[in-house]
Nanobody, 116 residues
Framework: QVQLVESGGGSVQAGGSLILSCTVS?????????IDWYREAPGKQRELVGS???????NYADAAKGRFTISRDYDKKTVSLEMNNLRPEDSADYYC?????????WGQGTQVTVSS
């Protein structure tokens, strides 16, 4: 079993920054799994923000490029999403996700609110 727990959400003004964290626990597979960050705004579909593969470089959706950075700490088994220059349209619930042995795991989400 794999558990993902997000943290770090909150409310900021436009132009501000937040760092979200996704902590992975359970089976010791952190070193071999890819981690994705998604977000879901009210009334909208859940969308991919970016991904970081095991041992590879992160890649980002167009909306995140240049403003968001995904990194992973293998010792702490966490993946961070650093968000800068936040905009009201970045307001959403943010989720981390992974898959292992054909099973998809999601965290419970953390809310980000950006006011103008």
């Amino acid at each position: 079993q794999v558990q993902l727990v997000e943290s770090g959400g909150g409310s900021v003004q436009a132009g501000g920054s937040l760092i979200l964290s996704c902590t992975v626990s359970g089976i010791d597979i952190f070193n071999i799994i890819d981690i994705d960050w998604y977000r879901e705004a009210p009334g909208k579909q859940r969308e991919l923000v970016g991904s970081i593969p095991s041992g590879g470089r992160a890649n980002y959706a167009d909306a995140a490029k240049g403003r968001f950075t995904i990194s992973r700490d293998y010792d702490k088994k966490t993946v961070s999403l650093e968000m800068n220059n936040l905009r009201p349209e970045d307001s959403a619930d943010y989720y981390c996700r992974t898959s292992f042995l054909e099973t998809v795991y999601w965290g419970q989400g953390t809310q980000v609110t950006v006011s103008s």
